[in-house]
């Protein structure tokens, strides 16, 4: 019993007998007690023992006790004993009573007073009688007594059950098993690659986990979607990055075979390509370390960023000396953020240097960093020539260059680890053109 259909159905048949026969057993001992109760009663409980009996009480109040007598008298030929006890436990004509009988019927009196057919009444003379009718068991009359409760229909209603709880263990299992079924064929599916298998509008209106679990999966299947077109647009970049140092290196090659006398420029030449070859494995091996951290690497703690914004910054004046461009930044306090220090140093440094990389001869870059809230921002502004209005959005994307930038040499990695590095630590980072011209970056990190 492998499926989980059958396991479903089962269950609730189970439980639905199981409160059936439950059910069952409480109506069949309900009706036995009944029963006995019904056959326990020792005085007859039909409507003509309580007609005979109200006329009784009706003469002994009213008329007295020598129309009593000549009433049950009347009733005795008729094969109807009638009992009128005196307070001493004896019959007004003699007739011999079981004490037992007796015992029983006063008892019932003291019970239920609402029995009409034992009644307690008092003479006109002050004398007290017990009036009451034998049941035909204990006397052998013929009387007309009411039938006893007849049985529930087990049988029918133990059909009727079986017959509900099949229909509803069936019903309620496919219900269940239905979304299970569904998921399975989009598995199946996306294992055939095909990635664009969506299953949340097969769901219908549930709103149950089931529907959240479908959810999941659609959201599932569009990351794995865009990661792997990512992966194939990284690979297509990485192809066409390397190609074309790797050109130049083979007709540097060519020509220093053709030209010996001009082997040291080509050799210089492929210094040069291969240089860039290795930055470019470089960049990729750190945001490959990035999106897929390890548990060495991935050790996170309380480190100073203002300690590392001032490294930087002085890194990156060095490097601006041969441009003649200042550095500038404010005053800023000391902030603990948590996270790994080497990514957000990363991160830092790469915006800075794309800033002095694009920033004219003798420009000014200005840094801001200030706290607010529970939140740390850091803004890097350049008098560059700014990004393409069209091309804001895409500037974080591994090997994209905007179309402002297409004279300068990079290999456009510099922004998407960054973007990688801030990502992961739950931060932004936004671009934006400054209307007096050039590029803000801004760096939003959580303290």
């Not at 939140?375 to 500037?395: H, K, N, S, W």
């Amino acid at each position: 019993m492998r499926s989980l259909f059958w396991k479903f159905f089962f269950a609730f048949l189970l439980a639905l007998l199981l409160t059936s026969i439950g059910v069952a057993t409480g109506m069949w001992l309900r009706h036995n007690a009944e029963r006995q109760s019904f056959e326990a009663i020792p005085v007859e409980m039909g409507w003509k023992a309580a007609d005979l009996v109200d006329s009784a009480v009706d003469i002994t109040r009213f008329a007295g006790i020598a129309p009593l007598k000549k009433y049950l008298q009347e009733n005795q030929l008729k094969n109807i004993t009638l009992f009128a006890v005196t307070a001493d436990n004896q019959d007004i004509l003699g007739r011999p009573i079981d004490p037992k009988l007796l015992s029983t019927t006063r008892q019932l009196l003291l019970d239920d007073q609402k029995v009409r057919s034992v009644r307690q009444v008092i003479s006109e003379d002050g004398q007290a009688l017990l009036l009451f009718i034998p049941s035909p068991e204990k006397l052998g009359q013929r009387m007309d007594r009411p039938k006893p409760p007849k049985p529930p229909p087990f049988l029918m209603l133990l059909t009727m059950w079986m017959i509900s709880g099949l229909l509803f263990s069936g019903l309620l299992a496919w219900w269940f098993t239905k979304p299970i079924r569904i998921l399975k064929k989009a598995f199946n599916d996306v294992a055939d690659g095909k990635l664009e298998t969506r299953i949340r509008p097969a769901m219908g209106k549930r709103r149950d986990e089931l529907a959240d679990l479908g959810q999941n999966f659609d959201y599932m299947t569009s990351r794995i979607s865009q990661l792997l077109n990512a992966q194939k647009r990284l690979l297509h970049d990485v192809s066409h990055e390397l190609r074309s140092p790797l050109a130049r290196m083979q007709a540097a090659i060519g020509l220093a075979q053709q030209n010996p006398d001009k082997t040291a420029k080509m050799l210089d030449r492929v210094e040069r390509e291969s240089e860039r070859i290795d930055h470019l494995i470089g960049d990729l091996l750190n945001l490959s370390r990035i999106e897929n951290p390890t548990t060495e690497n991935d050790e996170r703690q309380f480190f100073n960023v203002t300690e590392i914004l001032l490294d930087i910054i002085e890194d990156a004046r060095f490097e601006a000396q041969n441009k003649d461009i200042q550095i500038t930044h404010n005053s800023f306090e000391q902030i603990s953020l948590f996270g790994r220090a080497e990514l957000i140093h990363s991160a830092i440094e790469n915006v800075l240097r794309n800033a002095i990389k694009y920033s004219p001869a003798n420009g000014v870059i200005h840094l801001t960093a200030e706290k607010f809230s529970k939140q740390f921002r850091i803004v890097i502004e350049d008098e560059g020539p700014g990004i393409a209005e069209q091309d804001l959005q895409q500037i974080f994307q591994p090997f994209f260059r905007s179309r402002n930038n297409q004279q300068h040499n990079g290999i456009g990695l510099g922004l998407t680890i960054a973007h990688r590095a801030i990502e992961i630590h739950d931060g932004q980072i936004t671009a934006a053109n400054r209307p007096e011209g050039g590029c803000k970056i801004s760096i939003i990190l959580p303290v």
